[in-house]
């Protein structure tokens, strides 16, 4: 029997056919058969875009709050194609989810997304691609999970523990201090409006790129050249989550964000490179390296993480299977620049733009900065001043740098309750019944701003009420401060001490120079959430993040 093309044809109609209504099916029932049908939750706008357009379309996040309001702690809203999501105030089931990392590991469809321009390594890639068990690549620790998590987390919490970071505390306030000055002299003839989230963008960067890899990146030298790392992490910004990107043949096709992301990825990954090169060529000039038979980790001391890690490879005393690669040390290297530079710029900047809504606030702070007789602290002064700490936890709490993340149940299991609520049948319940592939959204800004957990001035910048914060707050299962603004559980931010003592350094050295006032309504300034909590104006939306403050010189009084 002859088979024709025609036959082939028809054949593949057939296959497209039967697994487009095969998927269809699935969805269907997914969708539809969920135990999550049985909670309360708005109505659906969009059976494409579920509720996502409604979201979006509120300033600052603040739906979900106002949804909580009507619905209770517990409620379902869809996501894309009407994916099931699970939102929830009650800490034991926000708890249970992030100490429960590879039962609820993120979506699917973001950690690919994050793997594109964050890395997970070519050879781990071909590894999956044969179907090996273990991992031979570890990529950015963002996108690791379950053994492949905890083996660079292992490897990478020394570079973040409290005595690395009391080294890095001159960086911080070098760097400060060099903002400073710049303003200093933009500010020559009195008040000027400044952008103070582009200037603190350059500066982060050039402190992670002094602290994380003994490089300064010149990002705040106005003669500099344009900043290739600036620009590909803008790009990032502009990539919007879409329906079609969770299509079946989603990935066979390139689309504007695919583009994006892999300019970003290969930017990133040539950064990455050559740092790793510069600090082994730096470590191998040293003397005490030309011979380093004899090394051993105890004997290791570094100012920035990526020379720790290189020299703690180098060290004798490692066994070869905890070593890390170039390629795998390469991999970390995104991660640090994007978390690193971006969560402490959008935070610092919110920190400005709070102290100029409540300039009495602003004045017991300069106050407080100004009892410090220098103007080069080390950490542990800065960590001694207890309104620096308030100014920056409430900070925190109102602009988490994430306003909310989303984890996907990896199978059918069961979400313990702290609180029982009542579903729309009249029953009470205890616990919480989830189906594998159904999202649980962690919304850490109606966490952070819920008056049940922080009173009726719970949207109000009060740094006050951490001298005594309440009791509910206790309950929050953070990893810092009674706040999810570096998340808890055992995926907890890696860097949490090395952002907190860099926010404080900025405000320390900025508060007490300048005084800062909105230079537009207060109302005019919204914040937008993909991929972060970051500042914008609602009359310019095209320009993205921005933050215009009247900037004047403080002389005293």
């Known amino acids: 029997m002859t088979i024709t093309g025609q036959d082939i044809t028809v054949l593949c109609g057939l296959t497209t056919l039967l697994y487009i209504s095969w998927y269809l099916y699935r969805l269907w029932t997914f969708v539809f058969g969920t135990p999550l049908r049985n909670l309360p939750g708005p109505p659906v706008s969009s059976w494409v875009h579920g509720n996502q357009p409604d979201i979006g379309a509120v300033d600052n996040t603040m739906l979900p709050d106002i949804w909580f309001s009507w619905y209770g702690k517990n ?191 290969q930017v990133f990954q040539d950064i990455g490179a050559k740092l790793v090169a510069e600090r082994r060529a730096a470590i191998l000039e040293t003397s005490s390296w030309k011979d380093a038979q004899n090394i051993e980790r105890k004997d290791l001391q570094s100012r920035d993480v990526l020379t720790l890690l290189l020299k703690a490879n180098m060290a004798q005393d490692i066994p070869d299977d905890q070593r890390l690669s170039d390629q795998e040390v390469i991999n970390q290297i995104p991660t640090f620049l994007t978390a690193g530079h971006e969560t402490t710029s959008s935070s610092s900047t919110w920190a400005l733009y709070l102290l100029s809504c409540y300039p009495a606030t602003q004045k017991k702070l300069r106050e407080e900065l100004f009892s410090v007789d220098t103007e080069s602290p080390t950490m542990d002064e800065l960590l001694s001043l207890s309104y620096l700490d308030g100014v920056v936890r409430e900070t925190l709490r109102l602009h988490s740098a994430v306003g909310m993340m989303t984890r996907e149940a990896a199978r059918d299991t069961i979400i313990p309750l702290r609180e029982p609520f009542e579903d729309i049948n009249g029953r009470i319940q205890h616990e919480i019944r989830i189906a594998k592939g159904d999202e649980v959204v962690v919304p850490i800004l109606s966490v952070h701003r819920s008056k049940a957990i922080w009173g009726d001035d719970a949207l109000d910048f009060k740094p006050e009420r951490w001298q005594q914060p309440p009791e509910a707050a206790t309950a929050i299962p953070g990893v810092w401060g009674h706040l999810l603004a570096f998340t808890g559980g055992p995926r907890a931010c890696i860097g949490y001490r090395f952002a907190l003592v860099e926010l404080k350094a900025i405000l320390f050295v900025l508060v007490r120079a300048f005084a800062f006032e909105l230079a537009v309504p207060a109302e005019e300034v919204v914040a937008k959430t993909h991929p972060t909590h970051r500042p914008s104006l609602k009359s310019e939306p095209q320009r993205g993040a921005q933050m215009p403050l009247i900037v004047t010189p403080y002389e005293g009084t």
Not at 232 to 255: G, Y
Request: positive net charge; charged residues 25%; aromatic residues 12%.
């Open 75 to 265: 409620f379902v809203d869809r996501g894309f194609y009407m994916r099931p999501r699970l939102w929830t105030l009650d800490t034991r089931a926000i708890q249970h989810v992030l100490t429960h990392p590879d039962d609820f590991p993120k979506p699917e469809q973001d950690n690919k997304q994050l793997e594109m321009f964050l890395g997970k390594g070519e050879a781990i890639l071909r590894c999956y691609n044969r179907f090996c068990c273990n991992p031979c690549t570890p990529g950015g620790i963002l996108t690791a999970y379950g053994d492949e998590h905890k083996y660079l987390r292992r490897l990478l919490n020394p570079a973040f523990g409290p005595a690395q970071i009391r080294g890095m505390t001159n960086i911080f306030i070098e760097k400060s201090a060099q903002l400073r000055d710049i303003w200093q002299n933009q500010v020559k003839r009195g008040s000027a409006k400044l952008d103070v989230n582009e200037y603190l963008s350059r500066m982060t960067l050039d402190v992670i790129g002094l602290a994380g890899f003994g490089r300064d990146f010149n990002a705040l030298d106005p003669e500099g050249k344009p900043n290739e790392f600036l620009d590909a992490f803008h790009r990032l910004f502009t990539i919007v989550p879409s329906a079609s990107s969770r299509l079946p043949f989603a990935k066979l096709f390139r689309d504007r964000n695919a583009e994006t992301s892999s300019y970003a990825a």
